[in-house]
């Protein structure tokens, strides 16, 4: 989908206020959430590769985060979206 901001995908998609939108910088692929009801999140994250996501995920586990924050960022759905979106321009 795409909307004033850019390319995005629905990480939960039975929550429509939260949204992942995803981009390409330079042949690789970056992401930035946006939350609805938390708009300091998308305030004050820039956009992310899976590189910085890999690296702030472990030292999310290092802490003891029982969740996996990896899950969100979908690397095959960005990919698809993003080829998607360059075959209809």
Do not use: C, S
């Not at 938390?38 to 290092?62: C, N, S, T, V």
């Not at 990896?70 to 990919?79: F, G, K, R, V």
Request: proline letters at 4%; charged letters at 30%.
């Amino acid at each position: 989908m795409h909307d004033k901001e850019g390319l995005f995908y629905y990480p939960y998609p039975g929550n429509k206020r939260i949204r992942m939108y995803i981009r390409e910088n330079e042949g690789v692929i970056e992401f930035r959430l946006h939350n609805v009801d938390h708009p300091e999140i998308w305030e004050g994250h820039g956009w992310l590769d899976m590189d910085i996501i890999k690296r702030g995920a472990q030292m999310f586990a290092d802490r003891g985060g029982k969740a996996d924050p990896i899950q969100i960022y979908d690397l095959q759905t960005a990919q698809y979206l993003i080829k998607d979106a360059k075959q209809k321009k």
